[in-house]
């Protein structure tokens, strides 16, 4: 879908098509900014964060939102001021780039970076039992992820595009 992560260029002129697509639309057009420059920094924004392709994309949600909020927007808390459009935005975007595998693996993916945390936070003095029971079955867990995950990547390498369809020789 990206074919490109030059965030020094015009989202909007690398990926004209995204204008037609509602929210991306609404988005576009409601920039008052000199080149839809706004716009197209909470594009890049979403890119990064979400896209497969993305070198931040095995990184913890949570992660990718405050680094490129901080590191590319200036604004650690960017995801939070403008969570109601760019939640509406990332809807759309990975429900026209995931195939349904890949939206399997990205809740599980999810579900596991919860998990972790809470692993973590239990403490022996609380509930051993509690704690021995969770660390047991982290195995059941991570063998199921990881049929899923061979699952995608068998998928990703079948030769089928999105949508089932067979590549083109352009493609």
Not at 78 to 107: C, F, G, H, N, R
């Amino acid at each position: 879908m990206i074919n490109t992560f030059d965030t020094d260029k015009n989202f909007w002129q690398e990926h004209p098509d995204m204008k037609v697509i509602s929210p991306f639309k609404q988005i576009f057009e409601n920039d008052v900014s000199k080149k839809k420059e706004d716009s197209s920094k909470m594009m890049w924004f979403i890119v990064l964060c979400y896209d497969r392709d993305s070198k931040l994309f095995k990184q913890p949600i949570e992660e990718r939102h405050r680094i490129i909020g901080e590191d590319f927007i200036g604004d650690a808390k960017y995801y939070e001021k403008w969570k109601i459009v760019l939640d509406a935005a990332i809807a759309v975007y990975t429900d026209i780039q995931y195939t349904p595998m890949q939206k399997l693996m990205a809740s599980w993916d999810k579900k596991l970076h919860q998990r972790a945390k809470w692993i973590d936070s239990l403490e022996y003095e609380d509930d051993d039992e509690k704690v021995d029971n969770a660390m047991a079955r982290t195995d059941k867990v991570y063998t199921a992820y990881k049929k899923i995950m061979d699952d995608m990547h068998k998928e990703d390498n079948s030769g089928m595009a999105k949508g089932g369809a067979t590549p083109s020789l352009l493609d």
